[in-house]
């Protein structure tokens, strides 16, 4: 049965460098529905900004967005396209 999935940007802003190692941790547990990633150090601001392209289910996109957000120094966002499709 396939589900269906949306292609989404999740921004990612990390204030506190020690939650970098569970942000990649993260990021790995969903590899799996990575399409991209980009890294931006900005150092004038000592900030990380990441943007992860991902096509994914739905509630996997919510969860990962979630969990990033939850964590301590750490903004999370996704922006949904209005394209559905089913993973194949």
Do not use: C
Not at 18 to 38: K, P
Not at 64 to 70: D, I
Not at 78 to 88: D, E, F, H, N, R
């Amino acid at each position: 049965m396939n589900q269906e999935t949306r292609i989404a940007v999740i921004g990612i802003i990390v204030e506190d460098k020690t939650a970098v190692g569970q942000v990649n941790s993260l990021l790995h547990e969903y590899g799996e529905f990575i399409i991209g990633r980009m890294g931006l150090p900005y150092e004038k601001r000592e900030v990380n900004i990441i943007s992860i392209v991902v096509d994914a289910p739905m509630d996997k996109i919510s969860a990962l967005s979630g969990k990033l957000g939850k964590l301590p120094g750490v903004s999370a966002k996704a922006l949904y396209s209005k394209a559905k499709g089913a993973a194949t």
